[in-house]
């Protein structure tokens, strides 16, 4: 079946350094590729469309300038968590469906687990 | 915009109980409706798809129904056991993927 491919699967980074995210599809193309994060207890909140060639649309309260997010390909989103602070711990992933098929399942990836100190 | 609700949100049963999670959602203008359990600290599993023109899915002890019209699917656990134990998310798919918050479950031996 798809696979989404996303790395690393843990991080731990220092207060004000940036951490980039990867999603990959690696045997489909997607021209949206959606993240999520997910606070304690919580549901996983859509931060952001990643739409390939064109600008993310963000939504109301996810700022765009600290979650930088890229669709250089239509298999390829990265997400950059920039000047990361101890509240932007979390666990982050992507999905994604194959490039036509509203249809379809979302594919998922294995999540990032975001820890800054 | 979608809404996505699941009852309860929290669930403590003995081994061997069969247990129903439930799942409802706003807009029946979905694609699909999957489901999925979270183990603590790690990343997603899927457990059942079920297209919008199907009515359930079943995986061995688990079956999902859905039910568009009346906005509501459920996930039914048979003989439920201690490796059941995780978080079940319940994600309607239109062109966004929309999660539930999730249930909480714990099997005690």
């Known amino acids: 079946g798809a696979v989404v491919s996303q790395h690393p699967s843990r991080v731990i980074c220092k207060s004000g350094t940036s951490v980039k995210i990867e999603c990959r599809s690696l045997?489909?193309?997607?021209?949206?590729m959606f993240w999520y994060r997910q606070f304690p207890k919580q549901s996983l909140m859509l931060m952001a469309t990643?739409?390939?060639?064109?600008?993310?649309?963000?939504e109301q309260g996810v700022e765009k300038d600290k979650f930088l997010i890229n669709h250089a390909s239509l298999t390829l989103s990265t997400l950059t968590v920039t000047s990361a602070h101890p509240e932007d711990s979390s666990f982050y992933i992507c999905s994604a469906s194959p490039l036509g098929r509203s249809d379809t399942e979302a594919f998922f990836g294995q999540g990032t687990r975001l820890t800054v100190v | 915009k979608q809404e996505v609700t699941q009852i309860p949100a929290a669930l403590s049963v003995p081994e061997g109980e069969n247990l129903v999670l439930n799942c409802s959602f706003t807009?029946?203008?979905?694609?699909?409706l999957q489901w999925f359990r979270q183990d603590p600290g790690k990343g997603l599993t899927s457990l059942l798809l079920i297209q919008s023109s199907q009515r359930e899915q079943t995986s061995g002890r688990l079956n999902a129904s859905l039910d568009k019209s009346s906005g509501r699917s459920t996930l039914y656990i048979a003989a439920s056991q201690p490796g059941d134990s995780a978080t079940y998310l319940c994600v309607c798919s239109g062109y966004i993927p929309t999660f539930g918050r999730g249930t909480s479950l714990i099997v005690h031996p």
């Open positions: 045997d489909f193309q997607a021209t949206t």
């Open positions: 990643s739409n390939e060639g064109s600008k993310a649309t963000y």
């Open positions: 807009d029946s203008a979905i694609y699909n």
